[in-house]
C-alpha cells in the first residue's frame, strides 16, 4: 500500500482494513452501487495482522464506506513451503520449517 495513505499512529490492522474497504467502494462503483453484503479475506500466517483487530477495525471503519451490513469473513491461509532438495511443496505447521518429504531444513516460503 502507499505510504501516504497510511497515517501517523495507526495499527496496522487500521490500515489493512481502510484499505479493504476503499477496495469495496472501488468494486461498488464498478458494480453500480450494489450493496456490500460480505467481505472475505484470506490472512497469511505470517501477515502479522491480528483477526480481531481486523474485525474491530473494519467495524469501526465500514460505515463510512457504506459497508456497515456486510459481514466480513476472515479466512487464515496456511504458510506454504518449498523444498529445494526435492522440489516438495508442504504446509508449515508451527514454523516447523523443515520438508517432510527427505527432512531437509533448505525451504524457501512461498
Ligand atoms: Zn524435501
Not at 35 to 49: K, Q
Not at 66 to 76: N, V, Y
Amino acid at each position: 500500500m502507499p505510504a501516504a495513505e497510511r497515517e501517523e499512529g495507526d495499527v496496522p490492522e487500521i490500515s489493512v482494513a481502510r484499505a479493504l474497504l476503499q477496495q469495496v467502494q472501488r468494486l461498488q462503483r464498478v458494480h453500480g452501487m450494489a450493496p456490500v453484503v460480505s467481505i472475505v479475506v484470506h490472512i497469511g500466517e505470517l501477515a502479522g495482522v491480528e483477526a480481531e483487530l481486523l474485525r474491530t477495525a473494519s467495524s469501526l471503519l465500514a460505515p463510512a464506506a457504506g459497508a456497515e451490513r456486510a459481514e466480513l469473513q476472515l479466512t487464515p491461509v496456511p504458510l506454504q513451503a518449498h523444498c529445494r532438495a526435492s522440489a516438495a511443496t508442504f504446509p508449515v505447521e508451527r514454523f516447523r520449517f523443515v520438508c517432510p518429504t527427505c527432512a531437509a531444513r533448505d525451504v524457501t516460503v512461498l
